[in-house]
């Protein structure tokens, strides 16, 4: 009977130390000042959604897919300022940035995604938002597909940089921008 019982926990020990693959997303509503976030995503398939200055709707449905951010009202809202948001994803899985500006000015937001996975990414502020000053990098390179939608709606003085590398691949992007005082904006596809 010993034996039977020890062959059992051999095999158990062994099925739970094997390692399974699984997409990685990643939520962070920031509301407060003087923060840095870095999220580092490295192997297949990543979602990164941040809200900076409101909080992300706590559906069920929301929090498992990740790709209704935004779908639902915010919960709350504050002020996010002076932060600092770094986003690096790399790997050959899809990798998907979603980072919404409710209520977020003066602060460093930069996305990096590399690999040879399908790269997107988008940053919203959408109507009656208040964002001024944001500073916003993004680059995508890799062997893959690249795509992003920039949409600064009620944005002052916003700095945004956007740069897609590999020109053998299809690039996609779409910038819209309405602002009282606008600041620098440029693409560049390499």
Same mark, same amino acid.
């Given at each position: 009977?010993?034996?039977?019982?020890?062959?059992?926990?051999?095999?158990?020990?062994?099925?739970?130390?094997?390692?399974?693959?699984?997409?990685?997303?990643?939520?962070?509503?920031?509301?407060?000042?003087?923060?840095?976030?870095?999220?580092?995503?490295?192997?297949?398939?990543?979602?990164?959604?941040?809200?900076?200055?409101?909080?992300?709707?706590?559906?069920?449905?929301?929090?498992?897919?990740?790709?209704?951010?935004?779908?639902?009202?915010?919960?709350?809202?504050?002020?996010?300022?002076? /932060?600092? &948001?770094? *986003?690096? !994803?790399? =790997?050959?899985?899809?990798? @998907?940035?979603? #980072?919404?500006?409710?209520?977020?000015?003066? /602060?460093? &937001?930069? *996305?990096? !995604?590399? =690999?040879?996975?399908?790269? @997107?990414?988008? #940053?919203?502020?959408?109507?009656?938002?208040? /964002?001024?000053?944001?500073?916003?990098?993004?680059?995508?390179?890799?062997?893959?597909?690249?795509?992003?939608?920039?949409?600064?709606?009620?944005?002052?003085?916003?700095?945004?940089?956007?740069?897609?590398?590999?020109?053998?691949?299809?690039?996609?992007?779409?910038?819209?921008?309405?602002?009282?005082?606008?600041?620098?904006?440029?693409?560049?596809?390499?």
């Amino acid at each position: 009977m010993k034996f039977i019982a020890i062959l059992f926990l051999i095999a158990g020990l062994g099925y739970c130390n094997h390692i399974r693959a699984q997409p990685s997303y990643v939520y962070v509503d920031q509301v407060g000042n003087n923060n840095t976030i870095k999220i580092d995503q490295d192997g297949s398939s990543h979602l990164v959604g941040v809200a900076l200055g409101a909080y992300l709707p706590t559906n069920t449905n929301d929090l498992k897919t990740g790709y209704t951010i935004g779908a639902n009202p915010y919960l709350g809202q504050g002020v996010s300022e002076f /932060n600092n &948001i770094n *986003v690096k !994803q790399a =790997g050959p899985g899809i990798q @998907t940035t979603k #980072i919404e500006l409710p209520n977020a000015s003066y /602060n460093l &937001i930069s *996305v990096d !995604q590399s =690999g040879s996975a399908n790269h @997107t990414f988008n #940053i919203t502020s959408g109507a009656n938002t208040t /964002n001024v000053n944001n500073t916003i990098s993004a680059t995508q390179s890799g062997s893959a597909q690249k795509d992003f939608t920039l949409n600064m709606n009620g944005s002052n003085g916003a700095t945004v940089t956007v740069q897609q590398t590999n020109p053998t691949q299809s690039n996609t992007g779409s910038m819209t921008i309405q602002c009282t005082t606008c600041g620098a904006y440029s693409y560049t596809r390499q």
